[in-house]
């Protein structure tokens, strides 16, 4: 290896490094804010396990538990204690199909369907501000980063 490849690995490794390490922050500073800004709104009587599950129940899909358990990597008895509080708060109800009643769907309530645009409202202006500056082909090449990301964290859930 040449002096010059030496030199281009060494950078790509702290590149690496600092990618890595800006990773570990932007999720730590996510969820810390997202905590924060919970605590200072209306909704502080949410956890944000709470809020997640009001996001992945999803503003008109009537998703069964076990859809809503898989999407958010949790067991369904672990769900179905964040359900039960969910229900009990205001946000969340149990819709029974008319075809077959045995089947449970999760519906958002009125209170639900506010707090999901409020946290939906905070993840655009992250978002907006994340790509601030950036034109379509850069814009491009950030989501192909993230899809290569999704993949790593795919492979491991």
Known sequence: MNAKQKKDDKAMSADYQQISDSLVKIYSNILRIEESELRKSQF?????????????????????????????????????????RLVKKGYVERIRSKDDRRVVRLGLTKKGRVEYRAHAAFHEKLVKQFLQGFNGEEVGVILQALRNLEGFMDEYS
């Open 44 to 84: 502080n009587n949410l956890t944000i396990q709470e809020m997640h599950a009001i996001n992945a129940i999803s503003m008109y899909e009537h998703k069964t538990a076990s859809q809503v358990a898989k999407e958010l990597h949790l067991t369904p008895g672990t769900l179905t204690s964040t359900i039960d």
